[in-house]
Structure formats: structure tokens, C-alpha cells
């Protein structure tokens, strides 16, 4: 796809981080020729560009991904997700926000289902988590599970 995705680490409503090397630990896992620390991944069935975005330690605190798609990216980034306590959020046919687990959304920053941003998905894998960003979708229709 062409949108843009952000992958963001937050803790009581306020940016917070992970360690770097989750990103290059998970997307790099199955990746074709990999070069570390990752700025691209290619899988055989997809990949994606990926930008660390990194306060002035080695912490990343926003990931984001262009040109992404295949079943590998998507079952990657919902382990990265998981792994690192962050929510995914786009937009592209509308807007979206997604979290793996339900205990995350009281973590989320205030006013973000205020931002046009609209009800969070909660996905429980890979596949989910892409229907949400390209179809809008989720496990009952739509936001929830």
C-alpha cells in the first residue's frame, strides 16, 4: 500500500519507548537478505520501508511503514505491537488506530477516538490487524472485537 502506518509506544496517554533492536529482532525475523538496523524488509510475500523514529537515546518511539503489505509484514507488526505496548494508527480509506489487546486502550493518548481517528480495532493477529488498515474491518464488522 501506499498510506502510511505508525507504529507508537504509549504509557498512561504519554509518548514512551521501546528498545530499538525489537524492531530489527521481529521484522527482521523471515526477511529476505535483511540489513541491519532495517530501513527496508522484504519477505517473499511482501515488505515494507520502515522509518525508526528515535528520541536522543537508542530507543525508538515511533515506527513507520510505507509500501507495506503480505501476510509475513502484517503477523510481524502485530508481534511488534504486542511485544512493545504500542497502537497502529493510519490513514487511508478513512482513518484508523488498532491495538493487540483491550488492556492497551487505556493507555492511549487523550482525545485520540476524538480525532476523527474513530473507535479502536482490537486485533488478536496478523490477518486481522490487515483487514482493519485496508479493509476497515473488524472480527464483528467494524472497531471491535
Known amino acids: 500500500m501506499s ?26 525475523r523471515g ?49 511488534l505491537a504486542n511485544r512493545t505496548g504500542s497502537f497502529l494508527f493510519w490513514a487511508g480509506n478513512g482513518y484508523g488506530v488498532a491495538v493487540t489487546d483491550r488492556a492497551m486502550l487505556v493507555h492511549l493518548p487523550p482525545g485520540v477516538e476524538d480525532d476523527s481517528l474513530g473507535l479502536p480495532f482490537i486485533v488478536k493477529n496478523g490477518e486481522e490487524l490487515e483487514a482493519a488498515i485496508i479493509y476497515g474491518i473488524g472480527p464483528s464488522g467494524v472497531g471491535d472485537d
Not at 515506527?63 to 503477523?75: H, I, K, L, N, Q
Request: aromatic share 12%; glycine share 10%; proline share 3%.
Open 3 to 28: 498510506m502510511d502506518l505508525f507504529l507508537a509506544c504509549v504509557r498512561d496517554g504519554k509518548e514512551s519507548e521501546f528498545e530499538r533492536r525489537l524492531v530489527d529482532e521481529v521484522m527482521g
Open 31 to 79: 526477511a529476505v537478505n535483511p540489513e541491519f538496523p532495517l530501513e527496508e524488509v522484504r519477505y517473499v510475500d511482501g515488505g515494507s520501508e520502515v522509518h525508526v523514529h528515535k528520541n536522543d537515546g537508542e530507543g525508538a518511539k515511533t515506527v513507520s511503514f510505507r509500501r507495506f503489505g503480505g501476510e509475513t509484514f502484517f503477523c510481524r507488526l502485530f508481534e
